[in-house]
């Protein structure tokens, strides 16, 4: 069983910093795109940051600057580092992968559970 396991949420004042992590386990042949996605109160779900398996990196616009996505794939996981926080970067960050569990498998879309980032004024 694959699972997405996000970490490095919490609580900081604006303009702080802070580091997210979201690693890929269970039975795992390849991994195509990787992002990272938010979803603040009230709001739908948008995307943050993706970055594919040759590195290739999108960010949306209101994060540029001040994110940076990098990914590790020996260790199946990718990361965002977090700087100049704002009070509207509040929300809870979802790590997204796609995700082919054997050879001949079509890729999955997986889920992680998300990590809280709240961000004070």
């Known amino acids: 069983q694959v699972q997405l396991v996000e970490s490095g949420g919490g609580s900081v004042q604006a303009g702080g910093s802070l580091r997210l992590s979201c690693a890929a386990s269970g039975n795992i042949f390849s991994i195509n795109a990787m992002g990272w996605y938010r979803q603040a109160p009230g709001k739908q779900r948008e995307l943050v940051a993706t970055?594919?398996?040759?590195?290739?990196?999108t960010y949306a616009d209101f994060v540029k600057g001040r994110f940076t996505i990098s990914r590790d794939n020996a260790k199946n996981a990718i990361y965002l580092q977090m700087n100049s926080l704002k009070p509207d970067d509040t929300a809870v960050y979802y790590c997204?992968?796609?995700?082919?569990?054997?050879?001949?498998?079509?890729?999955?879309?997986?889920w992680g559970q998300g990590t809280l980032v709240t961000v004070s004024s």
């Open positions: 997204r992968a796609g995700i082919q569990a054997t050879w001949n498998g079509r890729y999955l879309e997986m």
């Open positions: 970055i594919s398996s040759i590195s290739a990196i």
